[in-house]
């Protein structure tokens, strides 16, 4: 089993920055990714960004050039740097890890961006 702990949702305005991390603990061999997915409400949960096995990143084409994913592979964590931050990033965020093709999800942390 893989636990996730997120961390680093909140409240920001329109404009600002926010860092989300998730860090992977438990029976880890070998992680083939690493990402961020989110949901806001009515709609459902997309993609955000990711880094697979080879160091392949894919961002959604709504974050591209605001948004960058990094990975510490030695402390098994993920980051989201959220930059230019929009209304429409308004969600939870959900830290998402492919462990041995097994499919975690940590528990979610709310992102809030005021116009």
């Known amino acids: 089993q893989v636990q996730l702990v997120e961390s680093g949702g909140g409240l920001m305005r329109a404009g600002g920055s926010l860092r989300l991390s998730c860090a992977a603990s438990?029976?880890?061999?070998?992680?083939?990714?690493m990402g961020w997915h989110r949901q806001s409400p009515g709609n459902q949960r997309e993609l955000v960004a990711d880094i697979r096995d080879g160091g392949k990143i894919s961002y959604a084409d709504s974050v591209k050039g605001r948004f960058t994913i990094s990975r510490d592979n030695a402390k098994n964590t993920v980051y989201l740097q959220m930059n230019s931050l929009k209304p429409e990033d308004t969600a939870v965020y959900y830290c998402?890890?492919?462990?041995?093709?097994?499919?975690?999800w940590g528990q979610g942390t709310q992102v809030t961006v005021s116009s």
């Open positions: 998402n890890v492919i462990e041995r093709y097994m499919n975690y």
């Open positions: 438990g029976s880890i061999f070998s992680i083939n990714a």
